[in-house]
């Protein structure tokens, strides 16, 4: 699914006689010929903040010469013992590190700048300095990171001051709780990001902060909504959205957000004219007003929409279209016609922060892989083999294109997370070493210094000679938790079967009893035998499947029919899943959808090829899960399903090693009274 992704930041820079319009709401810049103007005459550290000034005004448009103006503040303040702009050079260089992508070395120029702030007690420059590192970890998707930091952050900005006030700002508590509803939501933490969401609209509303942020907190606060389920409220916050006025380019940019939303919402709820209505006019206006990359997403959803419908020659021409944008925006390397268009928040992003270089170019090939895709199978589907062939191997192509850009995330990700461990280190002795050098004497200072230097030099050796080797066991660690997860599983499961055998021989039933253990063996056999491996045959699984069915008919031999269907696409004697992904949610299909069940009940497990994936679909016609929690807690209030939590962990660790990822969608079915009829668990799993 889309996702909307909004990084609210502010640069902390005085403001002067020579601050100009802002081209970001919350980004503070300054017009360059009138900061050159005054350079040359004006006192050393006044200089030192000029030239920080000039580094923030043009980091986005002129990487090269903003690295220069930080060059100079950074020298002039370092000759002058000037802190304040030596943190303001640190601080800048991370947001241009940030901007290319380059989050690590953004990370430790972060890290730097928070050092000096902590130190001369600039509160709310600390406050910042939390936030800023923590919207690093979040872009390079160390999503637990940025909640560290952002609570951080948060208890900062609201530290009471001596005046009444508190460090932060109104703006301040809105732009944290942004950030942080936003890594809860990338953490399938929808619950949460709401509550951060709505708190934050909740501000921007009582004060009259601009139109555009409290439309655009209100369109992402019904996205979350609708990825909650939560129809109702999900329609009524995207409609608030389109019912603001189109003061600006800006509004009206947002307004086309939310209605593709809008679409999208309808699309779900099975209203395809109404998804169709509410789609169209955003590739028009993204087009003529030159948003290459969102009007190729619009043109893109046009052509997923009809394809839906099987209008091939509409979904065709859309798709089309959007490979035309497509190859525009690789001649251009530019998301826009003119550079003038970045601060137009068509996205989200440029309501305070330019969009980061990388981010933009794993976008834009994201968008070119599903373009590819589409007209791959629109020609598959029409005959037309020379087509489908064309762009078969330009989605191949793309997904290469993709794959290596993940690659390079995920190579990102854990140099940041080493280099915040670090630096987090390094700060905490550098505390450590200022505590103690209060209680030194004055004629100590030198050594203890000395012993500093000391120490960062054994601290950098460490770190260049114990590097790989730490990855290298953050490795191995996945994967010996990968077979603690699996040896978790299989003692839950065998404890619920023995408990069925002792069932039958309390109650004198020998032939059940004797029936059921024989199927028992056989099926811990086949458990024995894949339980050193850490991924076995579709074939076996399937065949697990069945014997763990038929020996729980013995079980409840009234209670449930079962079938298990196996797609011709897929070959299950050479395909492999990771072993016994499947059979908890049967186990739990069967303890509390059937068991609660009056009547007879039906299992599905069906195996199918979907895109390259597997899928794995467990279908039952129980009572629901709702009802099944409502039943537990009345029957055994001490009892904790464990088996779902053990595989999601499970699958979470897998995902740490692979390239592709497996995912999980459980799904309440209800009947066309909307009263629960059971449960719908999907599992995708890359071949």
């Known amino acids: 699914m889309l996702s909307a992704r909004i990084f609210i930041v502010i640069l902390i820079l005085s403001l002067s006689q020579h601050v100009n319009a802002q081209k970001f709401i919350v980004l503070q810049t300054w017009d360059r010929d009138s900061l050159l103007s005054v350079l040359p005459g004006q006192a050393a550290g006044e200089k030192v903040l000029t030239l920080n000034r000039l580094t923030a005004s043009v980091f986005f448009r002129d990487c090269p010469l ?3 103006y930080a060059d100079s503040a950074m020298a002039l303040a370092k000759m002058l013992n000037y802190e304040e702009g030596v943190a303001g050079a640190y601080r800048n260089y991370g947001h241009i590190y940030q901007y290319l992508g380059n989050y ?39 999503y637990q990171a940025t909640l560290r930091y952002g609570f951080r952050a948060m208890e900062v900005c609201r530290t009471p001051l001596k005046n009444g006030g508190t460090v932060g700002s109104v703006r301040d508590s809105v732009t944290v709780n942004g950030g942080m509803g936003q890594a809860y939501a990338r953490l399938g933490m929808d619950a949460e ?43 009524m916050y995207l409609h608030k959205a389109l019912s603001f006025p189109d003061e600006n380019i800006n509004i009206t940019a947002q307004k086309f957000r939310a209605r593709i939303w809008l679409a999208i919402y309808f699309q779900k709820s099975g209203e395809t004219d109404s998804a169709i209505h509410y789609s169209r006019g955003s590739f028009e206006w993204y087009s003529e007003k030159g948003f290459f990359f969102m009007a190729m997403s619009a043109s893109n959803f046009r052509g997923w929409l009809y394809s839906r419908m099987n209008e091939l020659d509409k979904a065709e021409r859309w798709y ?8 525009e925006m690789q001649a251009r390397d530019s998301w826009y016609r003119d550079d003038s268009l970045k601060s137009i928040p068509v996205f989200g992003y440029e309501l305070s922060w330019p969009l980061p270089l990388s981010e933009m170019k794993y ?19 029409k005959k037309n083999l020379a087509g489908a062939l064309k762009y078969h191997i330009l989605y191949a192509n793309a997904g290469d294109s993709l794959q290596k850009l993940r690659q390079q995330r995920e190579t990102m990700e854990m140099q940041v997370r080493y280099e915040s461990e670090q630096k987090e280190k390094q700060i905490e002795f550098l505390l450590a070493e200022n505590d103690l050098k209060t209680f030194r004497l004055r004629q100590t200072r030198v050594i203890l210094i000395g012993l500093a230097g000391f120490a960062m030099l054994i601290i950098l050796l460490a770190v260049v000679l114990v590097r790989q080797n ?19 599983m299989n003692p839950h499961f065998i404890f619920n079967s023995l408990s069925g055998i002792h ?33 076995i045959l579709l074939d076996d699984e399937r065949a697990t499947i069945v014997n763990y069915l038929e020996l729980q008919k013995i079980r409840f031999p009234d209670k449930f029919d079962f079938m298990v269907e196996m797609d011709e696409e897929l070959d299950p004697g050479s395909t492999s899943v990771p072993c016994m992904i499947t ?39 129980g009572i629901g899960r709702a009802k099944a929690r409502e039943l537990s807690l009345k029957l055994e209030k001490d009892h904790r399903s464990l088996s779902t939590a053990i595989i999601r962990e499970r699958i979470r660790a897998v995902n740490k090693t692979s390239k592709k990822k497996i995912t999980l969608d459980i799904a309440d079915l209800v009947n066309e009274n909307g009263e629960p009829s059971g449960t719908k668990v999907i599992l995708e799993v890359p071949l």
Not at 320 to 327: A, D, G, P, T
């Open 503 to 535: 069932h039958f021989i309390l109650h004198e039933q020998p032939e059940k009893a004797a029936s059921y253990l024989s199927r028992f063996s056989k099926l811990i056999r086949s458990i024995l035998h894949s339980s050193v491996e850490e991924f």
């Open 193 to 235: 990001a709401l509550t951060h969401n709505l708190e934050a609209l909740e501000l921007l509303n009582k004060y009259q902060f601009p139109a555009i942020e409290r439309l655009m907190f209100t369109w992402v606060i019904g996205v979350t909504y609708l990825n909650t389920r939560k129809s109702d409220s999900a329609k």
């Open 66 to 68: 903003s690295f220069k």
């Open 320 to 327: 089309l279209e959007s490979e035309r944008i497509f190859s």
């Open 363 to 381: 976008m834009t090939w994201d968008e070119g892989e599903l373009m590819y895709h589409g007209l791959f199978r629109i020609y598959q589907k």
């Open 470 to 488: 730490r990855l290298k066991e953050r490795q191995n660690s996945l994967i010996l938790q990968q077979k603690l997860f699996r040896s978790q």
């Open 583 to 621: 059979q908890p949610f049967v186990e739990n299909a069967i303890e509390h959808g059937i068991k609660g069940r009056s009547g007879r009940g039906l299992i599905s497990v069906r195996f199918m090829w979907r895109n390259g994936m597997v899928r794995i679909e467990i279908e039952d016609n």
């Open 104 to 142: 690590p070395e953004a990370l430790k120029n972060y890290f730097d700048a928070l050092a000096v702030d902590e130190r001369l007690g600039r509160m709310h420059d600390v406050m910042m300095g939390y936030y800023d590192i923590a919207k690093t970890h979040f872009l390079a998707g160390n």
